[in-house]
Every structure is written in structure tokens, then in C-alpha cells.
């Protein structure tokens, strides 16, 4: 089994890198954000800590947590943010744990790719072959951001300002790939790392 690690700012298009993987390499993908989703519906392992933290107020009619309004709360408040960080990473890491050697078992052969914006601490780090950066010029993020979520200006400067800073990444990274230019041009620099 061979895990590569895939992490990036916000706006760097590791969905697509992911898809490249996924259609072109039979990739398998975890992604961390999905399974942190997973883990807060109702009955799931964060469920009942997050409405416990946050009240009911965060709740939709149907129980479900109403994770828009979450995550304009936790957005503005660093203490907030942190209280539900420390009820979420450790379920998540623990589940991605989980998940790594049920696949191990299932396909010892295969292609594992986890995908995070924080891969580095987290603990499964340790038994990724490659943990891969994806950059991308700050222009292109600006504008793929506005495109495809309809973000402002101001907004996305926000988010980008809260995230890991960029050097950080790449002194961890094993590889770096540019996702600012086409398509093709980053199929051919995983062809160059993956054969």
C-alpha cells in the first residue's frame, strides 16, 4: 500500500488534484473535512460534544448540526474555533487511523490519498510515503474562490490569513506541485512523481 498525503491552502484546487488521482491512479481518498462531517451527525462520535459546547441553538428541526451557522460562530471567535477543534481533530484523526488499515487490509496493493488543510501534527503523518503541497499562485486562488463559492474579496483574504503560512508547508512537503497554470500541466508533474 503506498499513502500520499495531499494538503494546501484554500483555493489551491486539491479537489482536482484529488480528481486526477482518483480517475487516472484508482486512487482511494480520504478526506479529512468529509470525515469530520460524518463524524457530527447525530449518534456519530462528535455529535453529542458539539451541541453540548455550542447549544442547541446550532441544531436544524431535524437534530442534524446546522454546520453554516457553526461555522459563522467558530469563523470570528479564536476561542470558540479552538473549542471545537479540540472536541473534532481527535475523533477525526482516530477515524482516519481506522481507516487506513481497514484499507491496508482490504487492498494491500493500493493507492491510499488523504487530503487536509492541517496533515502535519495530526499523528498519521508518520506512515504517508509522500506528503505532496499543492501550490497555486494567490491570484488564481482569489479568482477560483470568487468563481466557484462566490467569496469576497475580503472574505477569502480572511481565510487565507488564518491558514498555515505557505513556508510552513512546503519545509514539510516531499513534493510540491504548481496548480496555478492548466489541466495538463499538473496531470504532467504527477506523471513525473508517479510514473
Not at 454546520?67 to 467558530?74: A, K
Not at 487530503?115 to 494567490?138: C, H
Amino acid at each position: 500500500m503506498k499513502i500520499i498525503g495531499i494538503t494546501g491552502g484554500v483555493g489551491s484546487g486539491k479537489s482536482e488534484i484529488l480528481n486526477i488521482l482518483k480517475n487516472d491512479y484508482q486512487a482511494k481518498v480520504i478526506q479529512s473535512d468529509h470525515v469530520a462531517h460524518e463524524l457530527m451527525v447525530p449518534g456519530a462520535k462528535s455529535y453529542d460534544a458539539i451541541v453540548q459546547a455550542f447549544g442547541n441553538e446550532i441544531l436544524n428541526e431535524d437534530q442534524t448540526i446546522n454546520r453554516p451557522i457553526l461555522g459563522e460562530i467558530v469563523f470570528h471567535d479564536e476561542t470558540k474555533l479552538s473549542l471545537l477543534n479540540s472536541i473534532t481533530h481527535k475523533n477525526v484523526d482516530e477515524e482516519i487511523l481506522s481507516r487506513i488499515d481497514q484499507f491496508g487490509k482490504e487492498e494491500p496493493e493500493g493507492l491510499l490519498v488523504i487530503e487536509s488543510a492541517l496533515l502535519v501534527g495530526a499523528g498519521y503523518e508518520k506512515r504517508f510515503d509522500q506528503l505532496w503541497y499543492i501550490y497555486t499562485r494567490e491570484e488564481v486562488r482569489y479568482e477560483r474562490l470568487k468563481a466557484s463559492r462566490g467569496y469576497s474579496d475580503e472574505k477569502i483574504k480572511q481565510m487565507i490569513e488564518k491558514q498555515q503560512k505557505e513556508e510552513e508547508f512546503k519545509s514539510m512537503a516531499s513534493n510540491i506541485i504548481d496548480n496555478s497554470g492548466d489541466l495538463e500541466d499538473t496531470k504532467a508533474q504527477i506523471i513525473k512523481i508517479l510514473g
